[in-house]
């Protein structure tokens, strides 16, 4: 028995992602995803965050806000998402271009005014900007880059989800 | 020499916290926040993200998505964010209130449509909606119970995030 190893291009599983295209084409609902995460609160400004079975995020604050400072806190998290995302989007489109890439790091920053989370003022308790600085490590052309970084960012499921305002339903138990 | 020893509700540094906004009521610039994460791809679907000097956050993709599952995926980690940062904003307003916390989980739940994401379709690449089940094991009243939620939804950094069209600025470096 004869078996064909693909080396893919950037370490992708490209095949998988345009056979799932594929198939959402046949099936619209195949598109239809639903994600979850289960908190538990550990006194003080400790939490952990499980997903499926993998290691709890760890989360806390910083000790100037009261916290014991054992992990990084919610808002630190929500950029480290965002670039784990632009990360996912990067690798695909480049891959699905045949694009090359070497490397691939990415800065990310956020202001944010603590009045409204503290009660001292209304208005918005969360980020008021973010920025993203993206350092691309290839030899595609500036053109070809600029593409892939237009699609990206067009494309991002966590750049659409903190670029729009998303419907929020907190019920207690 | 004698020494104070204050043993705090839920666990929670109230009084640096009162001290923050006290300071903040003087010198509202000292609100003005920002923070950082720096995220590596690894290959593949795989990146990891740093914060300060905590360990890497690991990401990845299901195998149904073309990635290695090696960890959750930068949506799952929205998830997570958002209930660590709900689980703060209880700890701290139940204590500001006097209401003592046995225990707080958070079950979170979001509807995401891979249609833009895979370049199928134009529309919103993130989160069509999110859903959380906050259970408060307490012996406060359903009243204050209910106070307190209303006011920790009001006023939930990562909250606001996702619920306003946050401003995004992504340059190539």
Redesign the interface.
């Known amino acids: 028995m004869n078996k064909t190893v693909s080396t893919s291009l950037?370490?992708?599983?490209?095949d998988?992602?345009m056979g799932?295209?594929g198939k959402?084409?046949q099936e619209?609902d195949?598109?239809?995803?639903?994600?979850?995460?289960?908190?538990?609160?550990k006194?003080?400004?400790r939490?952990e965050?499980?997903?499926?079975d993998?290691d709890a995020?760890l989360?806390d604050?910083p000790?100037?806000?009261?916290?014991s400072d054992t992990?990084?806190?919610?808002?630190?998290?929500?950029?480290?998402?965002?670039?784990?995302?632009?990360?996912?989007?990067?690798?695909?489109n480049a891959t699905a271009a045949g694009i090359e890439?070497r490397?691939?790091?990415?800065?990310?920053?956020?202001?944010?005014?603590?009045?409204?989370?503290?009660?001292?003022a209304p208005g918005?308790?969360?980020?008021?900007?973010?920025?993203?600085?993206?350092?691309?490590d290839s030899d595609a052309s500036d053109e070809e880059?600029?593409a892939l970084?237009k699609?990206v960012?067009e494309?991002?499921?966590?750049?659409?989800?903190?670029?729009?305002?998303?419907?929020?339903?907190?019920?207690?138990?």
Chains 1, 2 share one sequence.
């Open positions: 950037n370490g992708v599983d490209i998988t992602v799932l295209a959402i084409q619209p195949v598109a239809k995803t639903r994600w979850n995460a289960r908190v538990e609160w006194g003080g400004f939490s965050a499980k997903v499926r993998f995020m989360s604050e000790a100037a806000l009261g916290g992990g990084p806190n919610p808002v630190e998290q929500i950029l480290a998402a965002f670039g784990n995302c632009l990360a996912v989007g990067y690798a695909a890439l490397g691939l790091s990415i800065e990310l920053e956020g202001d944010l005014d603590l009045h409204t989370f503290l009660g001292l918005n308790a969360g980020y008021d900007r973010i920025s993203v600085k993206v350092d691309i880059i600029g970084h699609k960012t494309t991002s499921p966590v750049g659409h989800t903190l670029g729009r305002a998303i419907p929020l339903d907190i019920k207690l138990a």
